[in-house]
């Protein structure tokens, strides 16, 4: 048997194997010919005579000669296509006094016929099809060995609107949408640097998706442009990085349970980031940027915090760490303290938790697991139901589940209370991400209370630290710059310092200009360079 699933197994392998072989595209290294019949017909079958390839033939110099335009109609702007294309071609080519048959060549319609935007000259079917699937036109005329792909895309997608997952109270009100040129085109009005780089690969053996590398030439370390860019240059897929499974593989560590690459919907962030001397992967059709490389403290970190007064920006932040551990140990802390430790509690306390619990037949942790799993499934039913009802199923749900537990004696009150906390403590992480991780831990702490008490917590705690302190995002610490400690960096990492304290860059990115701002001191005229 175990050599006969062998046997399927290697038969399947080599079936796959041949399979990607057949199905490659055999007119990779194909040029074009000087029939523009056979080009059609080629082209055509390139791409499996699908419906939506228009060819459209043109007759020029009086029929003594042909042209052709070939694309797909759901790509382009047809309007583009016969205003600046096949009308300027067929009104030069008939205008004996301009052009003559033999003066009109691929350099003549480049510089006096095409009146619209990029124009490339291409000779392979490779590119002409790869071309045409991104939204060009194809331009060939008979006894030309040569082509021409006009841009001439159109796609449709939503307009710029509002941030959903990174709303701000006095932040811009823009994000980021499903265009690529529309998500480049949000970066560049903010950032009006010559030295922005946007550096473009293709990924997908299918898709041929765009994958745009965004960074400041001169700020960035290259080390980390060099390292993302052979990360991508690595995929090897059917699909594109916009897809998770994919964009894991740019992962130092894919199995990790907090996240090493951060996303985000909004533009000035990415344009902070990318002044820092971060790398910015922009996906084509996805409405988020990825940021590389991040660590704990940016994930913290909200841009509201840089729209307040240093102290009350401080004081939030602040508050978010808070947060982030009450919604990992708070239901683990609760379980230690009534279980094993209510000594520690005071008196009126310990009896009024005593007494709450009084009739309720489950022990804490049973209390605790039934809430957060209710917890967990009210919100993801809030996140996959209409945005007109999942709120409301939501609040309305919460309250009447914990309201039908706590009369029927299955929930004490007090955790009731204690879940509510938990979840509220969650919603006030900034990332997304980050919030899961802080519910995927939240269960080993609990079963670890409910064995070891106090001193389970202390061990779960010391362990995720450590597990924590091990990862590292494109070659950067996770918990930089607490460890390793660089006093100069945690000016904006527990707290957020004063702006004019902001001289330097990011010191563990290893910026190549380490200079951020110039500073002139108070009551002088005289610049201050601060560190």
Excluded at 361 to 379: D, H, N, R, Y
């Amino acid at each position: 048997m175990a050599r006969l699933y062998k046997r399927l197994f290697m038969n399947q392998k080599e079936s796959n194997g041949n399979g990607n072989t057949d199905t490659k595209n055999n007119y990779n290294s194909q040029v074009i010919s000087t029939d523009i019949s056979k080009n059609i017909k080629d082209l055509k079958n390139a791409m499996n005579n699908s419906i939506d390839i228009i060819s459209k033939e043109i007759m020029l110099f009086g029929a003594d000669m042909l042209a052709a335009v070939i694309f797909i109609n759901n790509l382009v702007n047809e309007d583009t296509i016969n205003e600046h294309i096949i009308k300027p071609i067929t009104r030069v080519s008939n205008s004996a006094a301009n052009f003559t048959k033999s003066s009109f060549d691929i350099n003549t319609i480049i510089d006096s016929v095409i009146t619209t935007g990029s124009i490339v000259v291409v000779q392979t079917f490779d590119d002409i099809v790869h071309g045409i699937l991104t939204g060009d036109t194809f331009l060939c005329i008979q006894g030309m060995e040569k082509g021409l792909l006009i841009n001439t895309s159109e796609f449709k997608g939503r307009t710029i609107g509002e941030p959903l997952l990174e709303p701000s109270v006095k932040g811009p009100q823009e994000a980021f949408v499903e265009l690529l040129k529309d998500n480049l085109g949000l970066i560049r009005k903010r950032l009006r640097d010559p030295n922005l780089t946007f550096e473009v690969h293709i990924i997908g053996r299918r898709t041929k998706g765009n994958v745009v590398l965004a960074y400041m030439k001169g700020i960035v370390n290259e080390d980390i442009v060099k390292e993302v860019r052979k990360r991508i240059q690595k995929v090897d897929t059917d699909d594109n990085v916009g897809s998770a499974q994919v964009l894991h593989l740019l992962s130092d560590n894919p199995n990790s349970v907090f996240p090493l690459i951060q996303a985000t919907e909004r533009p000035d962030k990415t344009v902070a980031s990318l002044l820092e001397g971060r790398v910015a992967i922009i996906v084509e059709g996805v409405p988020r940027l990825y940021l590389v490389p991040v660590t704990l403290p940016m994930l913290i970190q909200s841009i509201d915090d840089y729209y307040e007064n240093w102290i009350v920006g401080s004081m939030i932040r602040l508050m978010r760490y808070i947060a982030l551990f009450i919604s990992a140990a708070l239901p683990a802390l609760y379980i230690a303290m009534t279980s094993f430790h209510p000594g520690l509690l005071p008196t009126i306390l310990a009896l009024s938790i005593a007494g709450s619990r009084t009739g309720v037949p489950f022990p804490s942790v049973i209390e605790a697991v039934l809430m957060v799993g209710t917890l967990e499934l009210l919100q993801e039913a809030g996140i996959r139901l209409p945005r007109t009802v999942g709120q409301t199923v939501s609040i309305v749900g919460g309250l009447v589940i914990g309201q039908a537990a706590v009369q029927a004696g299955i929930i004490s009150p007090i955790m009731v209370i204690v879940i509510a906390i938990t979840a509220i403590a969650s919603f006030a992480i900034p990332d997304y991400s980050l919030g899961l991780s802080t519910r995927f831990v939240r269960i080993p702490l609990m079963f670890l209370a409910t064995t070891f008490g106090a001193y389970g917590i202390i061990m779960g705690i010391l362990f995720i630290l450590g597990y924590v302190c091990s990862l590292k995002s494109f070659g950067v610490r996770y918990l930089e710059p607490v460890t390793p400690y660089r006093i100069r960096d945690m000016k904006d990492t527990l707290i957020k310092a004063p702006q004019w304290t902001f001289g330097k860059r990011p010191e563990f990115l290893n910026p190549e200009d380490t200079q951020r701002q110039i500073i002139k001191e108070k009551g002088s005229g005289s610049n201050k360079r601060k560190s």
